[in-house]
Structures are given as structure tokens and as C-alpha cells.
């Protein structure tokens, strides 16, 4: 596919539950750890009291309905990519879902490597949870991912990322700007 603004607005598009999903459990998150305080071989906690309950479902919840909305607009745009709008929904449903697992993978990854909960690892924070996510979401939208589309997500993410956590951190939801 030829890169153009066209392009780029659909793949943002595309992208967009699993943006919200990463970012609802840092406003909604919070409660019982999902790792249920558990600790691993190595002694270190297995996710962490980072990873809650609340914020994965909230997570889940919260990019669904992103597919949901998009499910009602998308059809009556020029940047529609499904016939059939429950697809929308069905597709942020595995976005979400990922996400949300790929960023609880990130986090048992970082505690394997002794990195404390909350502290920042550039690539697993940043870019776990779109891998996982693009994981999950592949059988739901192949003709998304050629080479150049997964290489501006990429990028995007790790752009989009650094800016929204350092307007969270202005904003007070997140102590640290990561
Ligand atoms: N959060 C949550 N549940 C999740 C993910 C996030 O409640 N499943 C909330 C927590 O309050 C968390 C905050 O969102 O502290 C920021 O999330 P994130 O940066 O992903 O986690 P960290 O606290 O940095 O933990 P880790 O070091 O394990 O990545
Ligand atoms: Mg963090």
C-alpha cells in the first residue's frame, strides 16, 4: 500500500482501542493486584502492584468501546476499512485484549530483570503492549500489516507514548513522566 494521509489517518484508526486500552488503567485502575501479590522463583513479585485487576478490565472495557463508536462513524466516512461495522468491535475487543496482556507481559519481564514497579524500561513500556496487541488483532485484520504500516505504528506508538505520559505526569494521574 502506497503511504499517504489517507493512509496514515486509517491506521491511527486502527490503532486507536489499544491506545485507549493502555491508558484507561492509569485513571481507572487500581484494587486487588492481578498477580494477587504472588511472588516468582526469583523472589521478586510476578507482575507487580502496578498491574491491577480493575485497570486490565478497565482496559478491555475502555478500548471496546472505542471499536463500538467507531462501529456507528466509520461506515459514513472515507476512512471505513470494515463492510460489516460489528467488525469494528470484535477487532478492538482483540486490540484491548492484547494490550492489556502484552502490557502485563512487559511488566513480568521487567520484574525478571529486577527493574522495580514503576520504573520506566523504554522498549517493554513502550512497546509490549502494541506488539501483543498487533499479535492478537492479526487474524481480524491481515491486510493491515505490511512492513511499512507496522513500522509508522511503531513509531507512532513510541512518539504518542512519551507525549502522553509526560501530560500525565503534568496532569498528576502518573507520579512519573513514563
Ligand atoms: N494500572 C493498573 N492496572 C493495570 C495497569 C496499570 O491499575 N493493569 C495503573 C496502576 O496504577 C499503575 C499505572 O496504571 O501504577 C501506570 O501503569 P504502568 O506504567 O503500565 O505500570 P507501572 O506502575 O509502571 O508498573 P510496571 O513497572 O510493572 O510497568
Ligand atoms: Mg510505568
Redesign the pocket.
Known sequence: MEFSIDAAITLILFILPAYFA?SA??I????EP?DFGKKFFDGRRL??????????L??VFAGTLIGLLEAFILPYTPFGFFCNPSNYIVLAFFLSTGT?AG??L??FI??RLA???????LL??QLAFLAIALFFAYPRAQFFYSPLNLLFLFLLTYVMHITF?VLANKLGL?R?P?
Open positions: 493502555n488503567p492509569v481507572f485502575g487500581g484494587g492481578l507482575l507487580g502492584k502496578g498491574k491491577t485487576i480493575r485497570g486490565f478497565a482496559g492489556m502490557d502485563s512487559g511488566s521487567k520484574r527493574i522495580p514497579s514503576g520504573s520506566p524500561s517493554l513500556d505520559n502518573k512519573v513514563w
